[in-house]
């Protein structure tokens, strides 16, 4: 054999020795993912119940909530019908805002036997949706209450807001209440308390300076001690009309001393109006 051919010949066998050993020694491939996949998906059991369904988490997002609670809806307005009223919570204060982890999602969709893909945040930061009143609204809105409430000689000087007031957007003016005032002739600062609400209760107060002038009329008590009233008494299947006199001063709703005209017996009684009472 010539020295070429020899050569082309050693080369040729080297090769395939490598060849064969390299195919003796080499591990096997792994099979590729979708059979794996599709093998899994055979060894389920069909009667397994459903996992969570897959979420797709991204950035922090936020919403506005329009309402006391907060429903899935407003956080996934995405979300399948059957999870858009799932409730996840109270609302946030006016002013504040409330954290809705990922995990609390897939919770409640999970809940909701929701199975679809759905894509929320890794957080979610929920804040209420809010309207303002101006301190103008705000008088406007006191003033006929506090006059309302005002026993006769005592007047109205001015309503002096401290501060605009932000409350949900849902609430309105519900009602203002005025502390017990004084006997007392001459000017007098009280300080009022407004509420508003909404249908599921009082959401905010807010306490209101008011100015007041109490004049002579409204310094003494509504009814002053010797006066006479009409008394009444219902309990226990028994209904008595008499009359009695007063022992000591009394303001309407006050429970007062009252001696019974016909008796001369000392009993307590809750002036009703500055003509009558109830007896206790």
């Given at each position: 054999?010539?020295?070429?051919?020899?050569?082309?010949?050693?080369?040729?066998?080297?090769?395939?020795?490598?060849?064969?050993?390299?195919?003796?020694?080499?591990?096997?491939?792994?099979?590729?993912?979708?059979?794996?996949?599709?093998?899994?998906?055979?060894?389920?059991?069909?009667?397994?119940?459903?996992?969570?369904?897959?979420?797709?988490?991204?950035?922090?997002?936020?919403?506005?909530?329009?309402?006391?609670?907060?429903?899935?809806?407003?956080?996934?307005?995405?979300?399948?019908?059957?999870?858009?009223?799932?409730?996840?919570?109270?609302?946030?204060?006016?002013?504040?805002?409330?954290?809705?982890?990922?995990?609390?999602?897939?919770?409640?969709?999970?809940?909701?036997?929701?199975?679809?893909?759905?894509?929320?945040?890794?957080?979610?930061?929920?804040?209420?949706?809010?309207?303002?009143?101006?301190?103008?609204?705000?008088?406007?809105?006191?003033?006929?209450?506090?006059?309302?409430?005002?026993?006769?000689?005592?007047?109205?000087?001015?309503?002096?807001?401290?501060?605009?007031?932000?409350?949900?957007?849902?609430?309105?003016?519900?009602?203002?209440?005025?502390?017990?005032?004084?006997?007392?002739?001459?000017?007098?600062?009280?300080?009022?308390?407004?509420?508003?609400?909404?249908?599921?209760?009082?959401?905010?107060?807010?306490?209101?300076?008011?100015q007041l002038d109490?004049?002579?009329?409204?310094?003494?008590?509504?009814v002053t001690k010797?006066?006479?009233?009409?008394?009444?008494?219902?309990?226990?299947?028994?209904?008595?009309?008499?009359?009695?006199?007063?022992?000591?001063?009394?303001?309407?709703?006050?429970?007062?001393?009252?001696?019974?005209?016909?008796?001369?017996?000392?009993?307590?009684?809750?002036?009703?109006?500055?003509?009558?009472?109830?007896?206790?």
């Open positions: 054999m010539k020295p070429n051919m020899r050569a082309l010949a050693l080369v040729f066998l080297t090769t395939a020795i490598a060849g064969s050993a390299d195919a003796r020694g080499r591990k096997p491939k792994k099979a590729p993912r979708e059979a794996v996949a599709a093998t899994h998906e055979a060894k389920e059991d069909k009667g397994a119940k459903p996992e969570a369904p897959s979420v797709t988490q991204n950035t922090i997002a936020q919403v506005t909530i329009h309402g006391p609670r907060i429903l899935l809806g407003e956080v996934i307005p995405s979300a399948p019908n059957a999870a858009q009223s799932v409730d996840l919570g109270a609302s946030p204060a006016p002013g504040q805002s409330r954290t809705i982890t990922g995990t609390e999602i897939r919770q409640a969709l999970a809940k909701a036997n929701v199975t679809d893909d759905v894509t929320v945040a890794l957080q979610t930061r929920a804040v209420r949706a809010t309207k303002t009143i101006t301190i103008a609204e705000f008088v406007l809105l006191a003033e006929p209450e506090v006059k309302r409430s005002l026993r006769p000689g005592v007047e109205l000087k001015s309503i002096i807001p401290m501060r605009e007031v932000v409350i949900p957007e849902e609430a309105s003016f519900k009602s203002l209440t005025m502390p017990e005032l004084p006997r007392q002739k001459g000017g007098f600062r009280a300080m009022a308390t407004a509420e508003f609400s909404d249908t599921t209760g009082t959401l905010v107060r807010v306490l209101l300076p008011v109490i004049t002579e009329q409204a310094s003494h008590a509504d010797g006066s006479r009233v009409s008394a009444s008494y219902n309990g226990k299947g028994l209904q008595i009309e008499t009359a009695g006199v007063t022992i000591t001063d009394g303001n309407v709703g006050d429970t007062i001393s009252l001696q019974i005209t016909a008796t001369k017996k000392v009993v307590r009684a809750k002036l009703i109006t500055a003509e009558s009472a109830e007896i206790l």
